[in-house]
C-alpha cells in the first residue's frame, strides 16, 4: 500500500471487559487454547490519543499515562509496533507520540492490558484508513483491529466489541475464531441487557503473577487438556444459557469458571495462591445471600483476589445494601465500583 506521508491525531476509548469463561493458555502467536466470552464494561474504559508524523528521529515513539513517561511500556509498544509489519506496512515511516489515560484505578482487578491495547489498535486501524484515503467496512474494520489488539494481549481482542463478546474457534458458534473476537451481542436474552458488575475491590497490591506468566504455566500444567476440554463444554452451555436467560445456570458455569482458574494457579508449578482470607469469606456470603433471598446474583474473579459480583438491574435495590451492610467492611477501605455491561469502543472528536 503506498502511503501519503502526512501528520495527524486519532483517539480512541475502549472498555475493560470481565471473562465470564476463562481464557488460560495460548499457543503460536496469541492464539488461545480454549474459547471464551466475556461482558464488556460501560465505565471502566481506557483513552488513547495517538499523533503520528514523518518520521526525523531514532527514538520514534513516546508514551504517556496519565501524564507521566511510561519507558517499560514504551519498550513493549516498540515491540508490538515490530511485530505489527504484517498489518501495518507504514509504521517504520512514522513517529508517535501516545498517551493514555484510565477511568478505573490501577490494580482493581479491571483488566486495564485489555482496554489499553484494544484502543490502541483502533487508533492504529483509524490511521491506516487516513494515510491510504481507503475505509474498511464497519465489519471488516473491527475484524482487523480485534486480531491488532490480540497480538497486544489476548483478552483485548474481546474489548473491541460491546456486550457478550466470544474469542477462540468452536463449533458452537459459526462465527467464532482464534484470530479474532466476535459480537455475541445480538442473541442474548433481554435479562441480560442491562447487567451489573460490582467490583469488590480486597487488594490493590500488584498480583503476585503476571497473566502472561500464567498462561505460560499451562504448558506443563498436569490438568491442561482437562481444562481446555471443560472450557469447550462450559464455552457451549454458556452461549446457551445466553440465549435462554437462565440465570441459575449462569451463575453456576460463571462461578464455576473463576475457580477453576484459581484451582490451576494454586495446582500448577510454581503455585500460586492468589485469593486472600476476605476473597474467600466475601464468596461464602455471596452464596449465602443468593440461598436465602433467591436473589440471582453470582461472583467471577480474574487472576487476582478481587471480586465481580454480577446480577441483573433489576435486583440492583437489594443486591446494593447487601454490599453496603454485609460485604464492604471486607474491602480494602470500604471500596467498590459500580459497573455494567458497555456497548464497546467509541471514537474521539480531537
Known amino acids: 500500500m503506498k502511503t501519503t506521508i502526512n501528520s495527524g491525531s486519532i483517539g480512541w476509548e475502549s472498555p475493560s471487559n470481565i471473562a465470564l469463561i476463562k481464557y488460560w493458555g495460548k499457543k503460536g502467536n496469541q492464539l488461545p487454547c480454549n474459547p471464551s466470552i466475556s461482558m464488556s464494561l460501560k465505565n471502566s474504559l481506557s483513552r488513547t490519543l495517538l499523533h503520528y508524523e514523518p518520521k526525523t528521529k531514532e527514538n520514534a515513539l513516546r508514551f504517556l499515562f496519565e501524564g507521566k513517561r511510561q519507558v517499560l511500556f514504551e519498550q513493549r509498544i516498540c515491540k508490538f509496533f515490530e511485530s505489527l509489519s504484517d498489518q501495518f506496512n507504514f509504521l517504520n515511516d512514522y513517529q508517535f507520540s501516545i498517551s493514555s489515560e484510565n477511568t478505573f484505578p490501577h490494580s482493581a482487578g479491571i483488566a486495564s492490558s485489555a482496554s489499553a491495547m484494544s484502543s490502541l489498535a483502533l487508533c492504529l486501524c483509524s490511521m491506516e484508513e487516513e494515510i491510504s484515503g481507503k475505509q474498511l ?107 435462554s436467560g437462565d440465570l441459575n445456570d449462569f451463575i453456576q458455569i460463571m462461578e464455576n469458571e473463576a475457580l477453576s482458574l484459581h484451582g490451576l494457579m494454586m495446582n500448577s508449578t510454581p503455585s500460586y495462591t492468589l485469593l486472600e482470607p476476605n476473597t474467600l469469606e466475601l464468596i461464602e456470603r455471596i452464596r449465602s445471600f443468593r440461598s436465602s433471598n433467591n436473589i440471582p446474583v453470582g461472583f467471577t474473579l480474574d487472576a487476582g483476589p478481587n471480586i465481580h459480583l454480577m446480577y441483573p438491574k433489576s435486583v440492583g435495590e437489594k443486591v446494593l445494601p447487601f454490599i453496603e451492610s454485609q460485604l464492604s467492611h471486607f474491602l480494602e477501605d470500604g471500596r467498590f465500583i459500580m459497573d455494567e455491561k458497555g456497548d464497546g469502543p467509541r471514537k474521539i472528536k480531537i
Request: no cysteine; net charge neutral.
Open 137 to 243: 467496512s464497519s465489519d471488516d474494520f473491527y475484524k482487523k483491529a480485534s486480531l491488532v489488539a490480540r497480538l497486544g494481549s489476548g483478552s483485548a481482542s474481546r474489548s473491541v466489541y460491546g456486550g457478550f463478546v466470544a474469542w477462540g474457534e468452536s463449533p458452537s458458534f459459526s462465527k467464532s475464531s482464534d484470530e479474532y473476537a466476535a459480537s455475541f451481542s445480538q442473541y442474548i436474552h433481554p435479562v441480560f441487557q442491562d447487567f451489573q458488575d460490582a467490583i469488590l475491590l480486597v487488594s490493590s497490591k500488584q498480583k503476585e503473577v503476571s497473566s502472561s506468566v500464567g498462561h505460560e504455566l499451562m504448558k506443563n500444567h498436569p490438568y491442561a487438556m482437562a481444562r481446555f476440554s471443560q472450557a469447550n463444554v462450559h464455552f457451549e452451555r454458556m452461549l446457551g444459557v445466553l440465549r
